[in-house]
T-cell receptor, first 110, second 113 residues
Framework: RKEVEQDPGPFNVPEGATVAFNCTYSNSASQSFFWYRQDCRKEPKLLMSVYSSGNEDGRFTAQLNRASQYISLLIRDSKLSDSATYLCVVNYPGRRALTFGSGTRLQVQP | EAQVTQNPRYLITVTGKKLTVTCSQNMNHEYMSWYRQDPGLGLRQIYYSMNVEVTDKGDVPEGYKVSRKEKRNFPLILESPSPNQTSLYFC????????????FGDGTRLSIL
């Protein structure tokens, strides 16, 4: 089983739609969680950290479910510019590195 | 401007010809790391460094070397490149050692023929 698993997609949604991605992680002791965004052939960029109580940044909402070991990202009112690959990132205790999922591709269509 | 700078951005070379990809950050970050990204495999860590003169292997270190003589620089060395090292490479840095988001360079696309 992969340490961090994501549905690769693509998720094709119309502009204005609400879309949600999930990501599961294997180690229940994981401590830090992030969502990164990566545009085609560009570097990953931090979208938002994920906090235990859930957090929101504009149209983006991140949730953490420790019991089921998944994190989610909800995007409301999708824009064409949201088209990208979204990477789920987890920090494992005792590991001096972040572990990246393979990403979920989102394509927002006009 | 805070940034991580990689050079070169693109390189096509031949098997066995030693090459170095440089990485420099201007944020005084302690932690630096190299990743490679391949289709379907996501980002995989090659090597990382907790601080000057402290380096360690990541998940896929074979065929690579690194050094950390200064805090700002973390070059990636391919002593004898092979075609299976054709990939997109990213350097990243963060203030602390673990659990903090990383800042990435623009990437280096290497093709080994």
């Amino acid at each position: 089983r992969k340490e961090v698993e994501q549905d690769p997609g693509p998720f094709n949604v119309p502009e204005g739609a609400t879309v949600a991605f999930n990501c599961t992680y294997s180690n229940s002791a994981s401590q830090s969680f992030f969502w990164y965004r990566q545009d085609c052939r560009k570097e990953p960029k931090l979208l938002m950290s994920v906090y235990s109580s859930g957090n929101e940044d504009g149209r983006f909402t991140a949730q953490l479910n420790r019991a089921s070991q998944y994190i989610s990202l909800l995007i409301r009112d999708s824009k064409l510019s949201d088209s990208a690959t979204y990477l789920c990132v987890v920090n494992y205790p005792g590991r001096r590195a972040l572990t990246f999922g393979s990403g979920t591709r989102l394509q927002v269509q006009p | 401007e805070a940034q991580v700078t990689q050079n070169p951005r693109y390189l096509i070379t031949v098997t066995g010809k030693k090459l170095t990809v440089t990485c420099s950050q201007n944020m005084n970050h302690e932690y630096m790391s190299w990743y490679r990204q391949d289709p379907g495999l996501g980002l995989r860590q090659i090597y990382y460094s907790m601080n000057v003169e402290v380096t360690d292997k990541g998940d896929v270190p074979e065929g690579y070397k690194v050094s950390r003589k200064e805090k700002r620089n973390f070059p990636l060395i391919l002593e004898s490149p092979s075609p299976n090292q054709t990939s997109l490479y990213f350097c990243a840095s963060s203030p602390g050692t673990t659990g903090q988001p990383q800042h990435f360079g623009d990437g280096t696309r290497l093709s080994i023929l």
